[in-house]
């Protein structure tokens, strides 16, 4: 493999890498938070797509500049996490944070099911591509191979920016703290009177509009159709299980590690591609059951 | 719903009809995929047959008998799929199957039919190994299999781009991507053996990102790019190719990139090989003109707002195919209602046409289905690429001859076989 | 002594001397009234034995169930057994039904072992996703190797003989429908005893107080490997029974959703019943079934919305329901 190989393989593994953990990112925080591995986050973060598409369309359709598609992500975004994960954690979550495990699992398992359904109701079947947003940027050349600016740069961009901004979030602000604490003892944090269903209910929303973000950032590239969530759910669970649940910078590595995996393997041995994610998986929970960075009792963020 | 239990339960009352009679309503069962991604071929299948059996009802149905369908879905799960076959195959009254789209459901499908002593058309799946490996007396084919399909577009390549020295592939993982690039290859090595393969590429099925076989294939810069995905897939995979500039350095060979020329819009550009799985092809140039044709066209484009697709071409085949053969064996039976085994018999040799060139039923059931290969072009009048410099090859020569399994058969052609191929060519 | 041999009464639901009304009686008046299907109502034969080779699979997640521990990957077993099956029918063309069974039972208890000697180190949701790690690794497999596996088309697992004889379907899948109800009564029974028994009362203590074996000087490692191979081998014979079903087996049994299918299936008969894994396996076959030929489309939305109806208003289950309303009946005598 020549240094130019080597240095192409690795810009397609970092901008595959960001898209993969900021689905993930919003998986992890509700893992750390709430406990919950919501199986959801795969129809949440195509319904993000699906919403993108449709505005920016509407958009597009209404003479508005292309340009525009950007803001559209975040407003999609937020509506994935108000419209959708709002009612979904106040309406059945909040219902069994008794229940055992498999109950909470199954209940999103459930929603999974639900909103899979919706999706081809609402838009159908047929897949859609809309790259406004991507074609805007335009191209770099790098090494005599062509890159879209929108994924060498601004997806990598993003990914580093909310890397950093979550964990500024958590670390410096009130509500960061409120989380924190009420991830370390949920019982302790009530009683100094912090109200943990809203916590739960504010970390849920947030963690959704992050799969709506992330299925905005994706859909310029990709196309839109039925069952890109159950895919993208997989994925994301090798990413947030290998860097140990709730760890939002082991997230940001393993994505990185999935994703030059993955694309080194199309340079070196393109047979084994699709086998990568769930190798390192299993190579490292094999080794590290909680997880590259995780502990398998007290659990943090 | 209720009609249907209704009409089930006189067509099981045996005093109410001796044997010949006409039935009430010819039963047909049709399995296409309404969920999951292959549904891009399975909605405008259906799509097609609701107003196929609405044309054919209106025209006072078959032998004055009305056409009955009912759908399954093959996006429900193999257990689905098989129990909802059996019970509108048994206790549902279908008299004749059209089962799959999936090659992977064909294999299940055929042996059942078989059992079942059902008639079953396979109606849209590729995999030509069913009548290779096997032989049936209930299961026929209303169209053509991977072979012609592959074959024809090795041809129209190697007739339009006779110099290319390097080939690069980026196929689905599964069956069809792997067996097609099977046959390709053959082909190719057969009648151009200095071609050089540079490069094999088979990302998993619904793979939503090509980034990095984009960059390795622009590293590459073969001369020529084959994929033989579909839908979501084959979208996906140009779209990226083009926002790259991949699709300015290398020829595309896209068989099935008919099935996808609205959806893809401005982004295929001109002057890349498209194929249609058979002579498909919403202008089609021999039929463009033919009032059955144009009517279906626009009621097709009334209905779903879209242009027909090679699956809208496959269901009609499969219609046209029960409406030849119920015609043929009335007549043979002095005009009353044919049995089973007359219908059987007269599957033999049938000839019919749906929306393209007439298709027949070879004696080993394969159908025999004319191939269109074009080029693309953006000529400004479609807000997407059509066809020009059309050929459209004659289904019997590029189709492997009965008892011969095809990639032995393939291997065994060579150049002289480009001229031995029956074309008609069309600008546009 | 300890709580580890006290028998569960409140599950168990059996007052000393006699047979209960829900925990015998109605099992086998069900079965029986299965046994009738064949005669009474032959459409849904085939739906009934696919139900009921799911159900042994479920039986199996629901085993881990009562030691508090959720799969996520059991498909790996069922999708092990059926391939195992079918490269026996390949190798052996005309091999016999039992020998098919064997292979799969066989292939899924070595990779239950391969498998189980990793997991049951792990617990709760470690336990769950190293499990779905492993079956989505087969899974890949299956679909990449395909000159072996047949790739995503899978491969046909052709009739085989049944005592040496070769049967038209018809009769097959009579001796077929038989055979499943045989097995869903002797393993069913066989595993309700064995999680009565000490090792089974000791493996069920893991949910509740694990400290407590070790104090004992019991392993929990070995007693849960145990209970995975219990279920490892119910999810083969599954697998095995649905591949012969079927005749063809694809990778789609190794993929996840079908794992969540079978937790969903066992919570929805009853979080840890083994009559209820196929209760649960009954009805889930017949309204997917019902709701697909029905209501076209959204067939997944419907199970959605009952499974959620079930887990938020019937947590126990259908069999809960079951035994909540022959309690009442029984306490009415």
Request: hydrophobic letters at 55%; one cysteine or more; aromatic letters at 10%.
């Given at each position: 493999m020549t240094?130019?190989l080597?240095?192409?393989?690795?810009?397609?593994?970092?901008?595959?890498?960001?898209?993969?953990?900021?689905?993930?990112?919003?998986?992890?925080?509700?893992?750390?938070?709430?406990?919950?591995?919501?199986?959801?986050?795969?129809?949440?973060?195509?319904?993000?797509?699906?919403?993108?598409?449709?505005?920016?369309?509407?958009?597009?359709?209404?003479?508005?500049?292309?340009?525009?598609?950007?803001?559209?992500?975040?407003?999609?975004?937020?509506?994935?996490?108000?419209?959708?994960?709002?009612?979904?954690?106040?309406?059945?979550?909040?219902?069994?944070?008794?229940?055992?495990?498999?109950?909470?699992?199954?209940?999103?398992?459930?929603?999974?099911?639900?909103?899979?359904?919706?999706?081809?109701?609402?838009?159908?079947?047929?897949?859609?591509?809309?790259?406004?947003?991507?074609?805007?940027?335009?191209?770099?050349?790098?090494?005599?191979?062509?890159?879209?600016?929108?994924?060498?740069?601004?997806?990598?961009?993003?990914?580093?920016?909310?890397?950093?901004?979550?964990?500024?979030?958590?670390?410096?602000?009130?509500?960061?703290?409120?989380?924190?604490?009420?991830?370390?003892?949920?019982?302790?944090?009530?009683?100094?009177?912090?109200?943990?269903?809203?916590?739960?209910?504010?970390?849920?929303?947030?963690?959704?509009?992050?799969?709506?973000?992330?299925?905005?950032?994706?859909?310029?590239?990709?196309?839109?159709?039925?069952?890109?969530?159950?895919?993208?759910?997989?994925?994301?669970?090798?990413?947030?299980?290998?860097?140990?649940?709730?760890?939002?910078?082991?997230?940001?590595?393993?994505?990185?590690?999935?994703?030059?995996?993955?694309?080194?393997a199309v340079y070196v041995w393109p047979e084994a591609a699709t086998?990568?994610?769930?190798?390192?998986?299993?190579?490292?929970?094999?080794?590290?059951?909680?997880?590259?960075?995780?502990?398998?009792?007290?659990?943090?963020? | 719903?209720?009609?249907?239990?209704?009409?089930?339960?006189?067509?099981?009352?045996?005093?109410?009809?001796?044997?010949?009679?006409?039935?009430?309503?010819?039963?047909?069962?049709?399995?296409?995929?309404?969920?999951?991604?292959?549904?891009?071929?399975?909605?405008?299948?259906?799509?097609?047959?609701?107003?196929?059996?609405?044309?054919?009802?209106?025209?006072?149905?078959?032998?004055?008998?009305?056409?009955?369908?009912?759908?399954?879905?093959?996006?429900?799960?193999?257990?689905?799929?098989?129990?909802?076959?059996?019970?509108?195959?048994?206790?549902?009254?279908?008299?004749?199957?059209?089962?799959?789209?999936s090659s992977g459901?064909c294999q299940?499908?055929?042996?059942?039919?078989?059992?079942?002593?059902?008639?079953?058309?396979?109606?849209d799946c590729g995999t030509q190994k069913i009548f290779e490996e096997h032989?049936?007396?209930?299961?026929?084919r209303?169209q053509a299999n991977a072979t012609p399909e592959m074959l024809a577009a090795v041809i129209y390549l190697l007739k339009t781009h006779p110099d290319f020295k390097t080939i690069a592939v980026v196929n689905q993982d599964y069956a069809w991507g792997r067996d097609s690039w099977d046959i390709f290859r053959t082909a190719l090595m057969a009648m151009k053996p200095d071609v050089k393969v540079v490069g094999e590429f088979f990302p998993k099925f619904?793979s939503?990102?090509f980034?990095t076989e984009i960059s390795r294939l622009q590293a590459l810069r073969p001369d020529v790019i084959l994929s033989t995905n579909w839908g979501?897939d084959l979208?996906?995979f140009v779209?990226?190719a083009?926002?790259?500039?991949l699709m300015n350095s290398s020829t595309f060979v896209l068989p099935l990139a008919e099935s996808s020329?609205?959806?893809?819009?401005?982004?295929l550009p001109?002057g890349h090989i498209v194929g249609a799985r058979g002579d498909h092809?919403?202008?089609?140039?021999?039929?463009?003109?033919?009032?059955?044709?144009?009517?279906?066209?626009?009621?097709?484009?009334?209905?779903?707002?879209?242009?027909?697709?090679y699956?809208?071409?496959?269901?009609?085949?499969?219609?046209?195919?029960?409406?030849?053969?119920?015609?043929?064996?009335?007549?043979?039976?002095?005009?009353?209602?044919?049995?089973?085994?007359?219908?059987?018999?007269?599957?033999?040799?049938?000839?019919?046409?749906?929306?393209?060139?007439?298709?027949?039923?070879r004696?080993d059931?394969q159908g025999i289905e004319a191939q269109l290969m074009a080029t693309s072009?953006?000529?400004?009048?479609?807000?997407?690429?059509?066809l020009e410099n059309i050929m459209i090859f004659d289904g019997a020569d590029i189709t492997a001859p009965v008892g011969e399994v095809s990639v032995d058969w393939i291997g065994g052609l060579d150049a002289s076989f480009l001229d031995q191929v029956g074309v008609a060519t069309?600008?546009? | 002594?300890?709580?580890?041999?006290?028998?569960?009464?409140?599950?168990?639901?059996?007052?000393?001397?006699?047979?209960?009304?829900?925990?015998?009686?109605?099992?086998?008046?069900?079965?029986?009234?299965?046994?009738?299907?064949?005669?009474?109502?032959?459409?849904?034969?085939?739906?009934?034995?696919?139900?009921?080779?799911?159900?042994?699979?479920?039986?199996?997640?629901?085993?881990?169930?009562?030691?508090?521990?959720?799969?996520?990957?059991?498909?790996?077993?069922?999708?092990?057994?059926?391939?195992?099956?079918?490269?026996?029918?390949?190798?052996?063309?005309?091999?016999?039904?039992?020998?098919?069974?064997?292979?799969?039972?066989?292939?899924?208890?070595?990779?239950?072992?391969?498998?189980?000697?990793?997991?049951?180190?792990?617990?709760?949701?470690?336990?769950?996703?190293?499990?779905?790690?492993?079956?989505?690794?087969?899974?890949?497999?299956?679909e990449k190797f395909y000159h072996i596996t047949g790739g995503a088309d899978g491969i046909?697992?052709?009739?085989?003989?049944?005592?040496?004889?070769?049967?038209?379907?018809?009769?097959?899948?009579?001796?077929?429908?038989?055979?499943?109800?045989?097995?869903?009564?002797?393993?069913?029974?066989?595993?309700?005893?064995?999680?009565?028994?000490?090792?089974?009362?000791?493996?069920?203590?893991?949910?509740?107080?694990?400290?407590?074996?070790?104090?004992?000087?019991?392993?929990?490692?070995?007693?849960?490997?145990?209970?995975?191979?219990?279920?490892?081998?119910?999810?083969?014979?599954?697998?095995?029974?649905?591949?012969?079903?079927?005749?063809?087996?694809?990778?789609?049994?190794?993929?996840?959703?079908?794992?969540?299918?079978?937790?969903?299936?066992?919570?929805?008969?009853?979080?840890?019943?083994?009559?209820?894994?196929?209760?649960?396996?009954?009805?889930?076959?017949?309204?997917?079934?019902?709701?697909?030929?029905?209501?076209?489309?959204?067939?997944?939305?419907?199970?959605?919305?009952?499974?959620?109806?079930?887990?938020?208003?019937?947590?126990?289950?259908?069999?809960?329901?079951?035994?909540?309303?022959?309690?009442?009946?029984?306490?009415?005598?």
């Open positions: 240094p130019t080597f240095l192409l393989a690795l810009f397609d593994g970092i901008a595959y890498a960001a898209l993969v953990f900021i689905v993930a990112l919003g998986l992890t925080l509700i893992f750390g938070v709430m406990r919950i591995l919501n199986i959801a986050h795969g129809s949440l973060y195509a319904i993000g797509a699906y919403a993108t598409v449709s505005l920016s369309g509407w958009a597009l359709a209404m003479g508005l500049a292309p340009i525009l598609a950007f803001p559209l992500m975040l407003v999609s975004a937020v509506l994935v996490g108000l419209l959708l994960g709002g009612p979904i954690e106040w309406l059945l979550l909040r219902r069994i944070y008794d229940k055992p495990e498999v109950l909470q699992l199954l209940v999103t398992f459930a929603v999974f099911m639900i909103l899979e359904d919706v999706q081809r109701l609402v838009w159908g079947t047929r897949p859609y591509f809309e790259a406004t947003a991507l074609q805007a940027l335009g191209n770099v050349t790098v090494l005599g191979v062509t890159y879209t600016v929108y994924q060498l740069i601004l997806l990598p961009a993003v990914a580093a920016a909310l890397l950093l901004g979550m964990r500024f979030f958590l670390r410096h602000t009130i509500i960061g703290k409120l989380i924190l604490a009420t991830t370390e003892d949920r019982e302790a944090a009530q009683s100094i009177g912090i109200d943990a269903d809203k916590v739960f209910l504010f970390t849920f929303i947030v963690g959704a509009a992050l799969a709506g973000l992330g299925g905005a950032l994706a859909s310029p590239t990709t196309s839109i159709l039925p069952g890109m969530g159950a895919d993208m759910i997989v994925l994301s669970f090798a990413v947030v299980a290998t860097a140990g649940l709730g760890q939002i910078e082991g997230a940001a590595l393993c994505a990185l590690m999935i994703g030059l995996g993955r694309s080194f086998l990568v994610p769930y190798a390192i998986m299993v190579a490292v929970l094999s080794v590290r059951p909680q997880g590259l960075f995780g502990s398998s009792s007290a659990r943090k963020i | 719903m209720k009609t249907w239990l209704l009409t089930a339960l006189c067509a099981a009352m045996p005093l109410t009809a001796a044997a010949a009679d006409k039935p009430a309503s010819l039963k047909v069962g049709m399995t296409t995929f309404l969920t999951g991604p292959a549904s891009v071929f399975g909605v405008p299948a259906k799509n097609a047959a609701e107003i196929l059996v609405e044309t054919i009802n209106a025209q006072g149905g078959i032998g004055g008998v009305p056409v009955e369908v009912s759908f399954i879905d093959e996006g429900a799960g193999a257990e689905t799929l098989t129990s909802e076959y059996r019970r509108l195959a048994e206790s549902g009254g279908a008299d004749v199957m059209f089962a799959a789209i459901n299940t499908l055929a042996p059942l039919a078989e059992d079942l002593k059902v008639i079953n058309f396979m109606w032989s049936y007396k209930y299961v026929f209303t619904g939503p990102d980034s979501g979208d996906t779209q990226q083009a926002q790259r500039g020329l609205e959806r893809l819009g401005s982004s001109s092809y919403f202008r089609h140039p021999e039929r463009r003109d033919d009032d059955a044709f144009k009517d279906f066209m626009a009621r097709y484009e009334e209905k779903t707002g879209e242009i027909s697709v699956p809208v071409f496959h269901t009609a085949q499969a219609f046209a195919a029960l409406q030849a053969v119920y015609e043929k064996a009335i007549a043979a039976n002095g005009g009353d209602w044919p049995d089973e085994d007359q219908v059987l018999a007269a599957m033999a040799g049938l000839e019919f046409q749906g929306l393209g060139r007439p298709v027949t039923i004696e059931h072009v953006q000529t400004g009048d479609h807000p997407f690429a059509t069309y600008a546009d | 002594m300890t709580h580890a041999t006290e028998p569960d009464k409140s599950r168990q639901g059996r007052p000393a001397g006699g047979p209960s009304m829900a925990g015998t009686v109605l099992p086998l008046a069900g079965l029986a009234l299965l046994a009738l299907v064949p005669l009474g109502a032959p459409g849904m034969q085939l739906l009934v034995n696919l139900a009921l080779a799911k159900g042994l699979a479920v039986a199996g997640v629901s085993v881990l169930l009562r030691a508090g521990q959720v799969s996520f990957g059991h498909a790996l077993y069922f999708a092990v057994a059926a391939y195992a099956g079918a490269f026996l029918m390949t190798a052996l063309p005309g091999a016999d039904l039992a020998l098919v069974l064997l292979a799969g039972l066989l292939g899924a208890v070595v990779a239950g072992v391969c498998v189980g000697l990793f997991v049951v180190r792990y617990r709760g949701i470690f336990f769950g996703m190293l499990n779905l790690a492993f079956s989505m690794i087969f899974w890949s497999f299956l046909r697992l052709p009739r085989p003989a049944v005592l040496g004889m070769d049967l038209d379907r018809a009769s097959f899948e009579l001796v077929l429908f038989y055979l499943t109800l045989t097995l869903v009564l002797g393993l069913g029974w066989a595993t309700i005893r064995w999680l009565a028994s000490p090792a089974g009362q000791i493996f069920q203590t893991l949910k509740t107080n694990e400290t407590r074996l070790e104090y004992l000087g019991v392993s929990p490692r070995r007693a849960l490997l145990w209970g995975y191979l219990v279920s490892a081998a119910l999810c083969g014979i599954g697998g095995a029974l649905m591949g012969v079903t079927q005749g063809v087996v694809t990778p789609e049994y190794a993929w996840w959703i079908r794992s969540g299918e079978m937790v969903f299936i066992a919570v929805l008969g009853g979080a840890g019943s083994v009559r209820g894994a196929f209760v649960g396996a009954l009805i889930y076959e017949l309204v997917r079934t019902y709701a697909s030929a029905y209501a076209g489309d959204v067939w997944q939305m419907l199970l959605g919305g009952f499974l959620l109806v079930i887990i938020l208003f019937a947590p126990r289950g259908v069999i809960g329901m079951i035994e909540t309303l022959a309690h009442r009946g029984e306490a009415r005598k």
